[in-house]
């Protein structure tokens, strides 16, 4: 059997005989697509497909579970091989160390529940001061809303070439405003910058693919300090994102336990139904938070010389 290091230095030589290491490669963007290669594995998931399944499209490309979990390791072999990172030897020690701790690592961990569902028993979120400053430390989600604790998130808004805007409904079982209106969005993970939560959030709750960092554009960065709200308080800088696709709406594929469907509007339909059925829509997509956000995205548009010509000064 071939060790580690034996497969990250041919990952590393194909990778570099089709191009990929021309240049020195962005770190983040590197973890960003093992993340994108995670995501899809759940996609397959998602779709039905078994832990132990593989099929074949497109010339015989192995596809499934088992051939995104290939991906990830492929990925990691291959920067491993082109830093001289030896991963059997740190694998060995890693292991040797992991015998000697505590039950569980003495941490809460993944469980899984009586409807044969994973569960995350605490998933943790990095605190902010009021100034957007880290203060090293994290929090449980539950305790971060209960005491309105400043964190980060990331919203996505969408764009066609027809300059409309994807918006999404929350699913009927969200615990946090469900069956509003919304735009992609989510927190961000421990660990995780912001654009890698971006990328993650629209490849997981509307299946986009085959995108990249730079796709996505920051036009702002906003403080929102909330009231409480059906036991939540959720105080956060909010990390806003444009995202060009030439999706049609029957081509989104999206996460079922977070939506129950997507549409294109346009920015003078949804500030007309939001202002008729304010309930019906979080508080990004309506009133003057929908219209700062729309002004942003347009002199984003414009600073970058693409076409706003279709959307009315408001």
């Not at 005491?147 to 409309?164: A, D, T």
């Not at 946090?176 to 969005?185: D, E, L, S, T, Y």
Request: hydrophobic letters at 30%; glycine letters at 4%.
């Amino acid at each position: 059997m071939r060790c580690l290091n034996d497969i990250s230095k041919e990952a590393y030589e194909n990778s570099k005989n089709h191009g990929f290491w021309e240049k020195e490669r962005d770190f983040g963007e590197i973890i960003a697509l093992i993340h994108t290669e995670l995501s899809e594995a759940y996609e397959e998931y998602r779709h039905g497909k078994g832990f132990n399944e593989t099929y074949y499209e497109n010339e015989n490309k192995p596809c499934g579970i088992p051939s995104e979990f290939a991906d990830v390791i492929i990925r990691i072999c291959d920067f491993c091989g082109a830093n001289n990172i030896d991963l059997d030897k740190i694998i060995e020690e890693k292991m040797e160390y992991n015998k000697k701790r505590d039950y569980k690592h003495n941490k809460k961990c993944w469980v899984i529940l009586e409807s044969g569902k994973y569960n995350i028993m605490d998933e943790l979120l990095e605190i902010y001061d009021e100034n957007n400053q880290y203060l090293n430390y994290q929090e449980e989600r539950k305790t971060v809303h209960e005491k309105g604790l400043f964190h980060r998130e990331i919203s996505v808004w969408i764009l066609n070439e027809k300059n409309e805007f994807l918006i999404q409904k929350r699913a009927a079982t969200k615990k946090n405003q469900p069956n509003k209106w919304a735009m992609c969005g989510g927190h961000i993970d421990v660990g995780e910058t912001e654009i890698e939560a971006a990328l993650r959030e629209v490849k997981e709750e509307v299946g986009i693919k085959n995108i990249k960092l730079n796709d996505l554009i920051l036009y702002d960065v906003q403080k929102h300090v909330s009231n409480k709200l059906n036991g939540i308080i959720n105080n956060h800088f909010k990390y806003c994102y444009i995202l060009r696709t030439n999706l049609k709406e029957n081509e989104f594929i999206i996460q079922k336990e977070e939506l129950s469907e997507v549409k294109y509007v346009t920015f003078e339909e949804l500030f007309e139904k939001s202002e008729k059925e304010p309930d019906n829509y979080v508080n990004s997509l309506k009133g003057e938070l929908l219209k700062t956000n729309f002004n942003k995205i347009k002199e984003k548009l414009k600073e970058l010389k693409e076409d706003s010509s279709l959307w009315e000064e408001k």
